[in-house]
């Protein structure tokens, strides 16, 4: 992972959607007529900047109401999660919020968001539903991305997430909510092909080991893949589940043991790590990323872009934490948010490179150096971005948006 | 500070570039006469947003040549600042890059950095000199800020730091810079009027309490007021002297002890936190920002914009880690980067609030709540700036700059 390979003067070859050769520029004018392509049709883009693949968010709960401010504040001044949620904050207020919302004002909400988080470089989003969990809010939430992911530029990956909290429906009947998620909800998902993959929130108080198992079980035979939120707060045996299940990814594994790390050394499972969260939490420690790489495990970072625990739409700055919190490499950082990070969506074939074969998802960052995109703090410095081949139409101006000038 | 006054359905009258009247909307039309402003002189502005003071970050060192990348990685795969100092990184590192370029290289630079500060909604910005470290270099850089201020549309204010570092011809002889800064660099300073405040770095292994103390008074005997990067690393006496100084502010402060918080509590010192650096050092501990505000002291916040250990831009990114790293409330770390960063300033009746009589310096945030400038972390919502009762003109949009697409 602390190799990068960095080209200067190269040049890109696109044909339709994806990259058909990369090489150095001086090449580029004659190479088109191997590929049989008429002059005519060629149109020629020249960057000032570092060109890099797509970022790849493979973790984000894109699709909410309302910001959870009030949770910001009550967390800053001491208070518990526990206090905050039993007065209303918490991932439940954002499920009242998103059952009460119809399909169509989701539908704008999260094509904003989605908006700004490709103006910051993300071309492939993972988007996690799990603010609904009740089979009709869950399906809504779905559909938002299946409706969204049609629309395009970015290329959207649909997680369904139903087990990320028990409802309060269910408070005492966890065992409950388990079978209505295997046998009802889990099956009208794959049934309607609304996500790729399962996704379970495994934490003690929340999904124990055994109910993740049998959750995730109940995925992998209807077809879906699966993910596991992972030893967040401490190593419980999360990581390993991940592994033994083939999950594409464990994530957040702030907590995770030393048997955890051993697990996912050994296995094609990748670490997803989120220092976004444990930053706006306020969290003092992180996930151990240098011993999960050292140990030979597979590390990617992500936003966790979501209302409650992290507001951030920008894998760049989610890289820098990389570098600074989580003591990366920055060519590690990179990685972890191109190539790894598709493998935690099992696109590792199709993303996160530019080679031959790949989409021609490309992101331009102002920099002299390539190091710069995990170094500013705070700033985007993407200066475009291209999806399937094509322009992104950039976003509309922060600065001439939401003022009017007239005469009085 | 936990209390801000904020107006729904607001407007804001505009005479020339003060602020003469903020109100209800429903006033705003007839207000005008009682100006004496003839109507067809009004112009009017909509927004759509949250509109507040034009931000004040005190404490930047925004006169710098190159990024440094290899110390970034050098420090998050654990080397010490030490053994990166000594192999050519460091502050060192930037004064050599100072020292070899031109004034009009270091104004094209800055110039550029400046209006991305801008771009954040900052209005007021500190600039700090401190990489020349001989007369001529230090000089250099103030002139950089001298020509930059007359262009404007940002407020720049010019502090000298020629005690930033002791520079390496005088290693072994720091006894004889300070003499030198005391005797012929802050009097030339002073007699060119490159600068209102003059600020130490007085911490351990670079200046001592004694050579601070010698400086600032010099200092204060040329005119300028004082300044001081104060108990960064531990609480050896800095706060304590900038009170007893009459310091503007003490700076970083991540250090500091019983002893110098209720020093800054019983002056009017500012204490200016510079969490951006803490995190982007990888530091594990911040300034104890809540024990200050408790204690009675004035808390600013501010980028310490830097490119060794804060290469951050945002002073909204600086209110978010204010919230979530330092626990202020949101109010409280929006008065730290308007009301208490000008006091910080000496400004505290010119700049940060929107009020009869103050600089119409103002900023649009994209937001429907207020408490969201300390929220999103790490992307810009500012939409709109205005200094000095003017537009000031959107940067060049990023997504834009960087390609040209032209026939092969």
Known sequence: ???????????????????????????????????????SALQMVEVRGVLFPGFVDCHTHAVFGAPRLDDHQRRAVGESYQAIAATGGGILQSVRD?????????????????????????TTIEVKSGYGLDLEAELKQLRVIRRLAAEGPATLVAT???????PPEYRDRCAEYVRLLCEEMIPAVARERLAGACDVFCEPGVFSIAESRAILTAARRHGLAVKLHADELEGAGGAELAAELGALSADHLAGISEAGIRALATSPTVAVLLPATMLFLGKRHHAPARRLIDAGAAVALATDFN?????????????????????????????????????????????GQIAPGFAADLVLVEAADWREVA????????????????????????????????QA
């Open 1 to 39: 992972m602390a190799e990068l390979e960095v080209l200067r003067d190269a040049a890109v070859l696109i044909d339709g959607d994806r990259i058909a050769w990369v090489g150095p520029r001086t090449e580029a004018r004659g190479i088109h007529s191997a590929f049989r392509m008429p002059r």
């Open 98 to 122: 998103v059952r009460d919302r119809t399909e169509d004002e989701l539908v704008a909400l999260t094509r904003l968001r989605l908006a700004t988080l490709l103006a910051h470089g993300s």
């Open 160 to 166: 369904f997430l139903g087990a990320h909290e028990v």
């Open 307 to 351: 209302p409650g625990s992290s507001p951030t739409v920008s894998l760049p700055f989610v890289m820098a934490l990389g570098v600074s919190q989580l003591g990366l490499r920055h060519a590690e950082a990179v990685q972890a948010a191109t190539v790894n990070a598709a493998a935690a969506l099992g696109l590792a074939g199709a993303r």
């Open 375 to 406: 170094y500013w703090l705070g700033t985007n410095r993407v200066s475009a971005v291209w999806t399937g081949g094509l322009a992104c139409p950039p976003p509309a101006a922060p600065l001439s948006l939401g003022f009017h000038v007239s």
